[in-house]
């Protein structure tokens, strides 16, 4: 296994600004690393350039401790998968999984035969004659995913491979990737802007905004202590409530603060309580199964909340929203870095 120190990395493209300043990361050999981020801030980029298809302006690539800023690609001992699966339609499963091991050299019957070990690990023995066209969207990731076994590389990186997928379709394929990165034990960079899939799939998360690292940590940590404003709104699966710490009557008489408030750690009383908590007025509701997701107007603005689905209307009702102010995430509400708070 081999692990990747990204140092001090800057790209820029001829013309246009700098898209990656000064990025440094150490991937530890068999982590499972997702890169994210909004869209445009980097990542994909960050992601070719550790495997070579683009040089850095500036920085330092090593892999397993060698530098590779002027390496090949095909001499990196990377596998990729993409996006779009970039398949071979004119291929069976068997050939595309092993075409990678064809361009080396590899005589045809142990290609033939490390591919049918490939797809027996991901279930794809019965589609071995098929050709991509009669394969579902997942199985043509599965033989993306193939193709990259086959060569029995250390490194796996993966640009966006479940974004093409439907919803319940990708929830099925993270468990499968997850359970393929235990059985290889390769190190997996993997890059999505897809915050679910982060916090479900990573070892560790680097989340970049508009080519700066903001903050590279376990998915707890960077849940429970984001770096900054960004980073709390955009990690996690509802949208984190942001309002100033003197319009909120369980912080009185401090100033210069953002208090973060996730809605999972809000509580909606149809009545008003004996502890504080803010009279807001239901918008609209969103149906989740058990539970809404109430959209709420208030005197300290709109606030995102979850509550039981059964006792709830669906809009105009006036309830009273508490907070469990353990939980609360602090910002300086200049800088916007968290706070920590005695």
Request: charged share 25%.
């Amino acid at each position: 296994m081999s692990g990747i120190e990204l140092t001090d990395i800057r790209k820029s493209y001829p013309g246009g600004p700098e898209v990656l300043h000064g990025v440094s990361l150490d991937m530890q050999a068999g982590e499972f690393i997702v890169i994210v981020g909004p869209s445009g801030c980097g990542k994909s980029t960050l992601l070719r350039l550790i495997a070579g298809l683009e040089k850095c302006d500036q920085g330092d690539i090593r892999i397993g401790g060698k530098r590779v800023n002027d390496v090949a690609p095909q001499d990196r001992d990377i596998a990729m998968i993409f996006q779009n699966y970039a398949l071979y339609p004119h291929m069976n499963v068997r050939q595309n999984i092993a075409f990678g091991l064809e361009l080396r050299g590899v005589a045809k019957s142990e290609r033939n035969t490390r591919a049918e070990e490939v797809a027996r690990t991901l279930k794809l023995d019965p589609y071995l004659d098929r050709k991509p066209g009669a394969l579902s969207g997942g199985q043509r990731q599965r033989v993306a995913m193939g193709r990259a076994m086959a060569r029995n590389s250390s490194i796996f990186l993966m640009d966006e491979p479940l974004s093409n997928l439907d919803n319940a379709l990708r929830v099925a394929m993270r468990s499968e990737i997850k359970e393929l990165h235990r059985q290889l034990g390769a190190t997996v960079v993997y890059v999505t802007h897809d915050q679910g899939e982060a916090l479900s799939l990573a070892d560790r998360i680097a989340v970049l905004k508009d080519g700066d690292l903001l903050q590279f940590d376990t998915p707890g940590t960077i849940y429970d202590r984001p770096a900054n404003r960004f980073v709390a709104g955009f990690l996690g699966m509802l949208p984190t409530n942001f309002l100033p710490i003197e319009s909120l009557p369980f912080w009185s008489g401090r100033t210069g603060l953002t208090v973060g408030m996730r809605p999972e750690h809000m509580k909606v009383h149809t009545s008003s309580p004996d502890v504080p908590a803010i009279p807001a007025r239901i918008v609209f509701s969103e149906m989740t199964g058990a539970n809404l997701v109430l959209h709420c107007e208030s005197d300290v603005g709109r606030l995102i909340v979850t509550a039981p689905r059964h006792g709830m209307t669906s809009g105009g009702e006036t309830v009273w929203i508490g907070y469990d102010t353990d939980q609360a995430i602090y910002f300086d509400a200049a800088s916007e870095s968290r706070v920590e708070m005695a």
